[in-house]
Nanobody, 118 residues
Framework: QVQLVESGGGLVQAGGSLRLSCVVS????????MGWFRQAPGEEREFVAS????????YYQDAVKGRFTVSRDNAKNTLYLQMDSLSPRDTAVYYC???????????WGQGTQVTVSS
């Protein structure tokens, strides 16, 4: 059974930074494309960033480009999201996800809350 557990969320002031982590167990982490998503209150879940299995390709939502950095450590089965220059618009529950099939994100974590105060 594949499990994804996020951590690192919290309350931060605008302009601050947070680093989210997602530990994956029970699966072949090094084979997965990994992603971060977020969902703000009253809104649909949206894509934030993704990284391929070999760390050679990353993708970002336009709103976070230049502020967020996605990375992974395959030896530690861990995905990261470094978030800098945070703004209140980044307030959301952040989820990590994993996929092998390029058409569907198969595994999801339970989410971690990020709140940015103005």
């Amino acid at each position: 059974q594949v499990q994804l557990v996020e951590s690192g969320g919290g309350l931060v002031q605008a302009g601050g930074s947070l680093r989210l982590s997602c530990v994956v167990s029970g699966g072949a982490f090094s084979r997965y494309t990994m992603g971060w998503f977020r969902q703000a209150p009253g809104e649909e879940r949206e894509f934030v960033a993704s990284i391929n299995w070999s760390n050679s390709a990353t993708y970002y939502q336009d709103a976070v480009k230049g502020r967020f950095t996605v990375s992974r450590d395959n030896a530690k089965n861990t995905l990261y999201l470094q978030m800098d220059s945070l703004s209140p618009r980044d307030t959301a529950v952040y989820y990590c996800a994993a996929r092998e099939d390029p058409t569907a994100w198969k595994y999801w974590g339970q989410g971690t809350q990020v709140t940015v105060s103005s």
